[in-house]
Each structure stands twice: as structure tokens, then as C-alpha cells.
């Protein structure tokens, strides 16, 4: 990868963390209401992934942790930002908040509350591309807490058997809001879980993105030849609680927030970048501060001076407007 677009990378990365705090800090002034679940310390896999895939072309689906899967596909952060202020310039116009950020124009396909519900999903748009017959992929993001549902199960023997065009990427973070992975499945290891439905499966470092793109890179190309699904696991840490409710302390020791905390992928990608010679220490502080800036001076003005939805629309978007079934009507005119 040329140096100018791991340059580039670092500063997605930078902006994705910034803009993440900043919505905590929306949420402490009650600016952002509902659920938050926040992504700093997981960036590396999204941007390692994502970066190996082809933004607009192919299919992105996750769960309720969306934000910066949105932005890495293409969202503006403004429209996303704004969503979480629940606006009508928002993402879903201010109807979905955090959990479903939704953008078709970017194939970013939300944003999912239910844990597992994207499984399914992503085998259904992977199904419509074989039908298609184009070179796409889709790409299902989630976390390891998520491969306990019979969802997983269920998709996993599907997708395999019809050897559909979809990539899974395990987030693993070990936790599960407050359940550590051991207490909740004898099958420690996601990809062995994978690799049992004879999928092509792996687990590598997600904190390192090199690493991680290297892992994407084989995946993504394996999907895209046709030979069927992928299932990667990448061993990461989410450094804040699992929502705003939680400040993610009481479940695991400091020691093991902090040995994490070292491993800050935003914070490892920097260093090496130094140590190859392609940033300079100032050059960080100078990239840092422009993401600041961006989320202070465009993004949050525009979300905190975007009009609310209108009361009276209310019961839009709940059923399709041209849909005579939905609205009431049979076939045929009547009621
Ligand atoms: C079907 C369903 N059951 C339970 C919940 C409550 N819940 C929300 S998040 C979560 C944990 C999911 O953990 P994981 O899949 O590892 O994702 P992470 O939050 O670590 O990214 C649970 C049980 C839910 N949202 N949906």
C-alpha cells in the first residue's frame, strides 16, 4: 500500500474515534437520546476489512455497533451524526437512531438491534447477487456474542451449502455486554465453530491493521472468485463500555483494560508509520486535530440545527406509501 494511503487510512481511523467520543459526550448533554454502543479500540477491524473490499459496489450489514461501518462505507458523517440526534436530516430521518443507520446509496444495509439478525440478511443479499451473477460480496459484520444465536447456525449451513458470496467477520471482543465468552460457550475459538460447517475459515490479530488486511485481503478475494463463503475472526477489545449505560469496569480487571489500551490500534498504526518514516510525530497531532475540528465545526452544527421530524409524519416510513396491501387495500381496489 503506498504511504500516502496509509496516511489517509490513519486519518479515517482518527476521525472515526473522534467522532465517536464526541457522541458520547452528546449523550452526557442529553443531545443524543435512546442507545449509544460505541466502537474505539475495534476501528482496525472495519478499516482493515472495508479497506480491501470496494466501497459502494459491495453489500455492508452489521448490528447495533454501526457507526463506523456507515462512514467507512461512505455515510456522511454529517447525515450520521444527525441521525443520532434523531433529525429529519439524519441517515433514517431521525426513525432509527444509533442502532440503524442506514445508507442504500453506499450498499451500507444497516444497523441492526436484534443480536444475530444480520446473519440471515447478509446470506440474502449474497443470495441476490448469485442470482445476479455480478462479482459483488457481501460483507456481515458482528460480534462473537452473536454466534450463540440460531441465527449463526442456521446462515452459516446455508451459505455453505448454496456457496453464496458472503464474507462473516467475527469481531471478537471477548464480552458479550457483561458476559465474558467463556461463560457463555464451550467453543472459545468462532472460526473452528465456522470451519465445522466446512467453511473457509481464520482468526488473526484485529488490532493490528496490517494484519487485518492482510487476512481481508485473502478472504475478499476468495469470496469474489466464487468458491463460497469466508469466515474471519479478528481478536479485538472494545475499550468502552458495551452502551452508554455501562462503563465497561465492572466485568473486567484493569489489569486487562490496560494491557488492551496497549494495543490501541489507532495508536499501533500510528507508530509504525513513524518508524517506517511516512509521519512524523507533528503530522499526527496536525491530522488528530483537523478530525477534531471536522466534528466540531460541520458535523455537530449541522446535526444540533437540523429540524426535528414533523409530528404529523409520524406513521411515514412505518409501511411503503405505494403499497395497496400495506395501506389497507386487497387486490383488486377494495378495502
Ligand atoms: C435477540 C437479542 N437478544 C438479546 C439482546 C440484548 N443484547 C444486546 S447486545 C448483546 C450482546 C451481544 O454481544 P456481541 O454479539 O459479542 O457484540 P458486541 O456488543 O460485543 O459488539 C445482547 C445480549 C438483543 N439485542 N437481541
Redesign the pocket.
Known amino acids: 500500500m503506498e504511504a500516502a494511503d496509509r496516511k489517509r487510512l490513519l486519518q479515517e481511523m482518527v476521525f472515526a474515534r473522534r467522532f465517536e467520543e464526541r457522541t458520547a459526550e452528546a449523550y452526557h448533554h442529553r443531545d443524543i437520546g435512546g442507545f449509544l ?1 460505541l466502537y474505539p479500540g ?1 476501528e482496525a477491524c472495519a478499516f482493515g476489512v472495508l479497506e480491501q473490499a470496494r466501497m459502494g459496489h459491495d453489500y455492508v450489514i452489521t ?3 454501526d457507526h463506523v461501518h456507515a462512514l467507512k462505507c461512505g455515510a456522511d458523517p454529517k447525515e450520521v451524526m444527525a441521525e443520532l440526534y434523531g433529525k429529519e436530516t439524519g441517515s433514517s430521518r431521525g426513525r432509527g437512531g444509533s442502532m440503524h443507520i442506514f445508507d442504500v446509496k453506499n450498499h451500507f444495509m444497516g444497523g441492526y ?5 444480520p446473519y440471515p440478511l447478509a446470506a440474502g443479499l449474497a443470495k441476490g447477487i448469485k442470482m445476479k451473477g455480478t462479482d459483488q460480496i457481501a460483507i456481515c459484520f ?6 450463540n ?1 440460531g441465527t449463526f447456525h442456521e446462515t452459516l449451513n446455508m451459505a455453505q451449502l448454496w456457496e453464496l458470496p458472503v464474507l462473516f467477520v467475527c ?3 471477548l ?3 457483561g ?1 465474558s465468552l467463556e461463560r457463555s460457550t464451550p467453543a472459545h475459538d468462532q472460526y473452528l465453530r465456522a470451519q465445522s460447517y466446512k467453511m473457509e475459515a481464520d482468526q488473526v490479530d484485529g488490532q493490528d491493521i496490517d494484519t487485518v488486511m492482510e487476512a481481508a485481503e485473502k478472504a475478499v478475494d476468495f469470496v469474489r472468485s466464487g468458491k463460497g463463503p469466508y469466515f474471519l475472526e479478528l481478536m479485538t477489545y ?1 475499550l468502552r463500555g ?2 452508554m449505560s455501562d462503563s465497561g469496569r465492572g466485568y473486567r480487571s484493569e489489569d486487562e483494560i490496560k494491557q488492551w489500551m496497549e494495543r490501541d490500534p489507532i495508536y499501533l498504526f500510528r507508530d509504525r508509520l513513524v518508524e517506517e518514516g511516512v509521519l512524523t510525530a507533528d503530522e499526527f497531532e496536525q491530522m488528530d486535530k483537523d478530525a477534531q475540528q471536522h466534528v466540531d465545526d460541520e458535523v455537530i452544527p449541522f446535526a444540533e440545527n437540523s429540524p426535528e421530524p414533523d409530528v404529523g409524519d409520524l406513521h411515514k416510513y412505518v409501511l411503503s406509501d405505494d403499497d395497496s396491501c400495506a395501506m389497507g387495500q386487497i387486490a383488486g381496489g377494495g378495502k
Do not use: F, M, P, W
Open positions: 454502543h475495534q448490528g447495533y455497533r438491534a436484534l443480536v444475530g439478525e458482528l460480534g462473537d456474542g452473536a454466534n444465536q469481531e471478537n471482543n464480552y458479550a455486554i458476559t472494545r458495551h452502551s
